[in-house]
């Protein structure tokens, strides 16, 4: 069986702590590590916490929404980490998320069921805006709206 990567929350702060935030993007992050950071108590200071380009999958998120630790995190980015409808159906039905503004979940596998539960979500009520591809952001009060790049 090889080793995890990380064996410890601690080992995931490293350099990538910078005070509320938490910089974890592009470590290869599983959901199994990632249940590290949802059982250590410094989840509490956080409210910018950068999970892109990781291995999270809609189990990750599964636990991501069950952490009671991050009801400060106001800005969520999840973009490129094999998530599907249902994992947003977890985020949105999240008693702990209820201070989450921003959340950003390009390059995942979306097909608008779990953009809708989003939408309806009861709990995300300060959720303002996502990002669901390059140019297309909704804020949740306005509906879709498209920017282009050029």
């Known amino acids: 069986m090889p080793r995890e990567k990380f064996n410890t929350a601690e080992e995931l702060y490293v350099g990538r702590?910078?005070?509320?935030?938490?910089?974890?993007?592009?470590?290869?992050?599983s959901p199994e590590e990632a249940k590290l950071l949802w059982c250590s108590e410094r989840m509490k200071e956080?409210?910018?916490?950068?999970?892109?380009?990781?291995?999270?999958?809609?189990?990750?998120?599964?636990?991501?929404?069950?952490?009671a630790l991050l009801e400060n995190v106001q800005y969520l980015n999840l973009n490129n980490n094999e998530i599907g409808d249902e994992g947003l159906v977890y985020l949105a039905n999240s008693p702990y998320?209820?201070?989450?503004?921003h959340l950003h979940l390009k390059?995942?596998?979306?097909?608008?069921?779990?953009?809708?539960?989003?939408?309806?979500?009861?709990?995300?009520d300060n959720l303002q805006k996502f990002n669901i591809n390059d140019g297309w952001s909704c804020r949740k009060r306005d509906?879709?709206?498209?920017?282009?790049r050029d």
């Open 17 to 29: 702590l910078r005070g509320n935030q938490l910089m974890a993007s592009g470590v290869d992050l």
């Open 46 to 67: 956080i409210s910018w916490l950068d999970l892109a380009d990781n291995k999270l999958g809609n189990q990750g998120v599964k636990d991501l929404s069950e952490c």
């Open 97 to 101: 998320l209820k201070n989450l503004k």
């Open 107 to 124: 390059q995942n596998i979306l097909n608008g069921e779990g953009i809708i539960a989003l939408f309806q979500s009861a709990t995300l």
């Open 143 to 148: 509906g879709w709206r498209y920017k282009s």
